[in-house]
């Protein structure tokens, strides 16, 4: 079975940076693309920013762009979401998803994933 694993997230002080990294067994994360999806308590998950497969084009939430960047390494085999600015609202369950193989594009639907971690913690809070 595919796997993915979210690991970074923390307690933060508004303001502050935070790296959440998205590694994958058994599969190569670079023919899919990955989105990072986010859930805060009592509200629905929300899409957040996503990569896509071929290009690694780049698409963020409005209330992210300019503060989040999303990133490869192949190498790696790891996706990175690095957050800066980082504010109260920002506080959730941080997951990544992947795609079916080969789309040529990313989406923040998250219906539109077929692959999930189990989320990692953010909290942003003083």
């Known amino acids: 079975q595919l796997q993915l694993v979210e690991s970074g997230g923390g307690l933060v002080q508004p303001g502050g940076s935070l790296r959440v990294s998205c590694a994958a067994s058994?599969?190569?994360?670079?023919?899919?693309?990955i989105g990072w999806f986010r859930q805060a308590p009592g509200k629905e998950r929300e899409g957040v920013s996503c990569i896509s497969d071929t290009d690694s084009s780049t698409y963020y939430a409005h209330s992210v762009k300019g503060r989040f960047t999303i990133s490869r390494d192949n190498a790696k085999n790891t996706v990175y979401l690095q957050m800066n600015s980082l504010k109260p609202e920002d506080t959730g369950v941080y997951y990544c998803?992947?795609?079916?193989?080969?789309?040529?594009?990313?989406?923040?639907?998250?219906?539109?994933?077929?692959?999930w971690g189990q989320g990692t913690q953010v909290t942003v809070s003083s």
């Open positions: 058994r599969f190569s994360l670079k023919s899919h693309a």
């Open positions: 998803a992947a795609a079916p193989e080969v789309q040529a594009m990313c989406v923040m639907v998250d219906s539109w994933y077929v692959y």
